[in-house]
């Protein structure tokens, strides 16, 4: 993220100077209110106008987005006309002189090649046509030309060839970032597919069978925890939305406990305290479940009396306080910190790893789990959640703010 911020800065700077030219030739004193000279003004104006055009290149180049950026970009270079192409055809036209997407089209060939900019006198039959002249500057993403910003003006200007090479550059780290968010949101999904493929086909088949041994024993008891069964798979492999509430995730998790008290009875022992300030609070989908699966596997291993975990979830202010604890085997410290680098997976240990990761991914590396263990002395597992994080939605998927 840090090579993105960089290039971020290294793109604004020169839109800043192009900003200043712009300023000095359009700005009036009695205008500018308390914002002082012409180029501070000139300044506010140029990052306020870039400010407005980049949520929509946020999500990638389409015609939709270059529509809305469109008038945007063109307010930042002060020309007649400006268009945003694909490498296949015009996306989104702004401004006068529309008849000459064709023109441009064909033009764009070389620039669209070679990832260089050019610039080139129009030809135009209509009298009053006032664009003779055109600037192309290829918006490139990792090596790769996605199409073209094409700024038209009545006339030839070395200034202009510059600010909208600066102002492509710009475009272009914007569309670099879209290709991220989309990657992150990818590698969600693909975790989360991970996470669904984790399932124990065991725990499947040994739920299965409880709920048939009860058929004939206790026909209403096995209804029940078909009901729980069901419900329990429903919202593991729903197919909409990242993220959940911990309301959600937690009435998941009964359904999942149910179950494996059914098939050790007295063995698990499982206490739950929510303060019910925290239900609400949005979550990775899938994010707590695989937590409570690991203190059940790791708190029946090795035991021949009972296990107890504890589930609490605490108001904190600002966030919610999660933590899942067993009395079980426990784990060596060292194996654990493996397991998280991602360098073993043993069985259980995808599920910690992934939630790990997902929780950093979304909250930022301040955010992973906090694990406590040791060989005899079981687990303790605590998770912190923002409360209002930006772009985390229940009912929706990840976006970026």
């Known amino acids: 993220m840090s090579g993105f911020v960089a290039g971020l800065c290294v793109a604004v700077l020169p839109l800043l100077a192009a900003g200043f030219w712009l300023g000095r030739r359009t700005a009036r004193p009695e205008s500018l209110g308390g914002l002082g000279t012409p180029v501070e003004h000139a300044t506010f104006q140029t990052l306020h106008t870039a400010s407005l055009a980049a949520p929509p290149l946020r999500a990638g180049l389409t015609e939709e987005t270059a529509r809305k950026s469109a008038r945007r970009l063109r307010s930042l270079l002060g020309t007649d006309a400006l268009c945003l192409t694909d490498d296949t055809h015009v996306l989104a036209w702004d401004g006068v002189g529309a008849h000459h997407r064709a023109e441009i089209m064909e033009r764009l060939t070389g620039p669209l090649e070679t990832g260089r900019g050019e610039a080139f006198r129009l030809t135009c039959d209509a009298p009053d046509c006032p664009l003779h002249w055109a600037v192309v500057a290829p918006l490139t993403v990792d090596d790769r ?205 995808i599920g910690l790893s992934n939630v790990d990761d997902r929780l950093r991914q979304v909250y930022g590396d301040a955010y992973g789990l906090v694990i406590e263990t040791a060989v005899g002395a079981g687990m303790k597992i605590t998770a912190r959640l923002p409360k209002y994080q930006p772009g985390v939605h229940s009912a929706g998927r990840l976006t970026r703010e």
Not at 161 to 168: F, K, S
Not at 256 to 272: E, N, P, Q
Not at 282 to 302: D, S, Y
């Open 145 to 349: 030309v996605h199409g073209a910003l094409v700024a038209c003006a009545p006339r030839e200007s070395a200034v202009l060839v510059r600010a909208a090479g600066e102002v492509a550059r710009w475009v272009s780290v914007q569309l670099e970032l879209a290709d991220l968010d989309q990657s992150r949101t990818r590698l969600i999904e693909a975790e989360i597919k991970a996470l669904r493929a984790q399932i124990s086909p065991h725990f499947i088949f040994n739920s299965l069978a409880v709920i048939a041994s009860f058929v004939r024993t206790d026909p209403e008891r096995a209804r029940e925890l078909l009901l729980e069964f069901a419900d329990f798979t429903r919202y593991s492999f729903r197919r909409h939305g990242d993220f959940t509430t911990l309301a959600d995730e937690l009435h998941a998790i009964d359904h999942y406990l149910a179950l494996v008290r059914a098939r050790f009875g007295d063995r698990l022992s499982v206490t739950l305290q929510i303060a019910p300030e925290v239900l609400p609070v949005a979550l990775p989908f899938l994010c707590l479940q695989p937590l409570v699966e690991n203190a059940v596997k790791h708190g029946l291993e090795g035991k021949a009396d009972t296990c107890h975990i504890s589930i609490t979830a605490q108001d904190t202010g600002a966030e919610a306080l999660v933590v899942i604890e067993d009395d079980g085997a426990g784990m060596d410290p060292g194996l654990l910190r493996r397991i998280l680098a991602g360098e073993v997976s043993p069985s259980g240990g």
